[in-house]
């Protein structure tokens, strides 16, 4: 997870670093007991040209490949700029919380994301909640704490690591936007914009009818029926 969740933001620190501008946009979209997490990085121009050719490898790929990610072609953009994706599913409402982490790293902006889903007879009932969060001063869209021994290394080769920490927030405040959507069964989806200097709560519930179930148990009971009736004509004739 930590591989993973540094490997991601990684690429944004890349880019944070030429002054670049990033939007991410991540997607948490739920059907039945499982869904999928996609997120995408909206580069301008100018990341672009930062990056060159190696778009892809800059994000770290084959951690996130590892990991079970799927990664997207990049797709350019008509005002010269590039649009990567990366996606996993999960089959498990409880997987919800391991992919975000995944995503995220343990100190990034997406903490404590849970999906939670009950099941009556006529309904399923669905609620996700968890905090997204820039940090102060930018901190956790930077993600350097991800990465702990980041900064020892930084130290072996002469470099102050606080002074790239707050050179990394300070960009992350100007250059990185963040926006998370939740599509939950049962209603309309829903965007929120993730700003600086306020966490956003996130505690969104649905419902939807649960159609199997009746179903299920109408051909149960007509199944029931027709051996019963069968067992009866049966014992008559003997």
């Given at each position: 997870?930590?591989?993973?969740?540094?490997?991601?933001?990684?690429?944004?620190v890349?880019?944070?670093?030429?002054?670049?501008?990033v939007?991410?946009?991540?997607?948490?979209?739920?059907?039945?007991?499982?869904?999928?997490?996609?997120?995408?990085?909206?580069?301008?121009?100018?990341a672009v040209?930062?990056?060159?050719?190696?778009?892809?490898?800059?994000?770290?790929?084959?951690?996130?490949?590892?990991?079970?990610?799927?990664?997207?072609?990049?797709?350019q953009?008509?005002?010269?700029?590039?649009?990567?994706?990366?996606?996993?599913?999960?089959?498990?409402?409880?997987?919800?919380?391991?992919?975000?982490g995944?995503?995220?790293?343990?100190?990034?902006?997406?903490?404590?994301?849970?999906?939670?889903?009950?099941?009556?007879?006529?309904?399923?009932?669905?609620?996700?909640?968890?905090?997204?969060?820039?940090?102060?001063?930018?901190?956790?869209?930077?993600?350097?704490?991800?990465?702990?021994?980041?900064?020892?290394?930084?130290?072996d080769?002469?470099?102050d690591?606080?002074?790239?920490?707050?050179?990394?927030?300070?960009?992350?405040?100007?250059?990185?936007?963040?926006?998370?959507?939740?599509?939950?069964?049962?209603?309309?989806?829903?965007?929120?914009?993730?700003?600086?200097?306020?966490?956003?709560?996130?505690?969104?519930?649905?419902?939807?009818?649960?159609?199997?179930?009746?179903?299920?148990?109408?051909?149960?009971?007509?199944?029931?029926?027709?051996?019963?009736?069968?067992?009866?004509?049966?014992?008559?004739?003997?």
């Amino acid at each position: 997870m930590r591989r993973a969740g540094w490997g991601f933001f990684l690429f944004t620190v890349v880019l944070l670093l030429g002054g670049c501008r990033v939007d991410a946009t991540v997607e948490a979209r739920v059907h039945g007991a499982g869904g999928v997490v996609t997120t995408r990085f909206l580069l301008d121009r100018e990341a672009v040209a930062l990056l060159g050719g190696a778009v892809g490898e800059g994000a770290q790929t084959s951690d996130l490949s590892q990991a079970g990610w799927e990664i997207s072609p990049v797709r350019q953009t008509s005002d010269g700029g590039a649009e990567v994706q990366v996606s996993k599913a999960f089959s498990r409402t409880g997987d919800l919380a391991v992919v975000m982490g995944e995503l995220a790293g343990p100190a990034g902006p997406l903490r404590g994301f849970r999906l939670d889903r009950s099941r009556s007879f006529t309904k399923a009932s669905y609620r996700l909640r968890g905090t997204a969060d820039l940090g102060e001063g930018g901190a956790a869209a930077a993600g350097f704490a991800n990465a702990p021994d980041l900064s020892a290394r930084l130290r072996d080769a002469g470099v102050d690591p606080r002074r790239v920490e707050e050179l990394l927030n300070t960009r992350a405040l100007e250059g990185f936007h963040l926006r998370l959507v939740v599509d939950l069964p049962g209603r309309p989806t829903e965007t929120l914009e993730v700003r600086p200097g306020a966490a956003t709560t996130v505690d969104l519930s649905s419902e939807t009818g649960d159609r199997a179930r009746p179903v299920l148990l109408a051909v149960a009971v007509l199944s029931g029926l027709i051996v019963l009736l069968r067992l009866r004509r049966r014992s008559s004739h003997t």
